[in-house]
């Protein structure tokens, strides 16, 4: 819960993607152009050799290699207990899992000694796997503190969007992803039902605009209406703006949601990757084939 307020006190901070806007050149991976010249590109988010113990020093995550750009939706997909919510935690910087070994890099800048407020603030979002309520604070106080603090980042000084125009705003994004009015008004995330705060989750992504969302299960608990919102959602906030990793164990939620690149996560690592068909193979033939004994 401090975590969850640290977290949540970063909004206070949010920046919108454009922050730091100053194209970098870099990195890793040489491409051609059509004119023959090689350029250097760098995916926006990339984990190197990622490891991550738990606070007793147990290794959970293995070193895991991934490179998510904008435009692109990344599907992790693994078995309940293989270490997907320990490394999602670890991406945003949850003080209870630690990165022992590797990098982690956001715009070529290394996260892995950042705060969660700070991740936040350059551009990262994590849907909770299991949201906490925040008493005391409306969806609405919620979602203006936030803007407002991108608001006063880019500004570099208190510029509060008018209230007539966040409502508009907030309306809007409500009407597109159903949810219903009147949780504007109620705590957040308190007495939700899990399909209502998944909603709400999507809605904090919808007005906060990270470059990098990072959702946790979001499929779990959702009957497939909310489903197809939450994917919906999903779909279209991912773009030139926004790259998203989808953590799942279960497939269902591809259908709706169109993966570009799939990785399969077992035992704290990636095994296998692909495109949308191997969440489709993974669909039909289940985790066993993944198991690290065949693997390795
Ligand atoms: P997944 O999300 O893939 O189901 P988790 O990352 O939640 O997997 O868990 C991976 C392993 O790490 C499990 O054995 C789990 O019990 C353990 N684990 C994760 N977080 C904690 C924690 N805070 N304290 C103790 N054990 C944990
Ligand atoms: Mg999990």
Redesign the pocket.
């Given at each position: 819960m401090q975590w969850f307020s640290a977290w949540f006190g970063g909004f206070a901070a949010f920046l919108y993607p454009s922050f730091g806007g100053h194209h970098r050149p870099a990195s890793m991976d040489l491409r051609a152009t059509p004119s023959g010249t090689r350029i250097l590109i760098m995916a926006l988010l990339e984990l190197k050799n990622l490891h991550v113990a738990?606070?007793?020093g147990?290794e959970?995550v293995k070193g895991v290699d991934l490179a998510v750009n904008t435009n692109e939706t990344h599907a992790v997909m693994?078995?309940?207990?293989?270490?997907?919510?320990?490394?999602a935690y670890a991406l945003m910087g949850h003080p209870?899992?630690e990165i022992t070994e590797g990098e982690l890099l956001l715009d070529g800048e290394d996260l892995t000694q950042m705060e969660a407020d700070e991740r936040a603030q350059r551009g990262l979002f994590l849907a909770f796997?299991y949201p906490h309520a925040v008493p005391g604070v409306t969806v609405t106080s919620f979602m203006r503190s936030a803007i407002n603090s991108v608001r006063k980042a880019k500004a570099g000084g208190d510029d509060p969007i008018p209230i007539p125009e966040f409502r508009k705003e907030l309306m809007a994004a409500m009407e597109q992803l159903k949810v219903p009015r009147e949780m504007a008004s109620r705590y957040l995330n308190e007495g939700f039902s899990g399909g209502e705060k998944k909603r709400v989750e999507i809605l904090q992504m919808a007005m906060l605009k990270p470059r990098i969302a990072v959702l946790?299960?979001t499929d779990s608990g959702l009957d497939i209406d909310a489903l197809k919102i939450v994917a919906g959602g999903v779909k279209d906030l991912v773009g030139p703006n926004m790259g998203a990793i989808v953590?799942t164990?279960y497939q269902r939620i591809l259908n709706y949601i169109d993966p570009d690149f799939v990785h399969v996560?077992v035992g704290g690592r990636i095994v296998e990757e692909g495109g949308p068909e191997l969440a489709h193979k993974l669909e039909a033939e289940g985790y066993e084939a993944f198991t690290p004994e065949v693997v390795k």
């Open positions: 738990l606070e007793d147990t959970i693994g078995p309940n207990g293989s270490g997907k919510s320990t490394l209870a899992y796997q946790d299960e953590i164990h996560f």
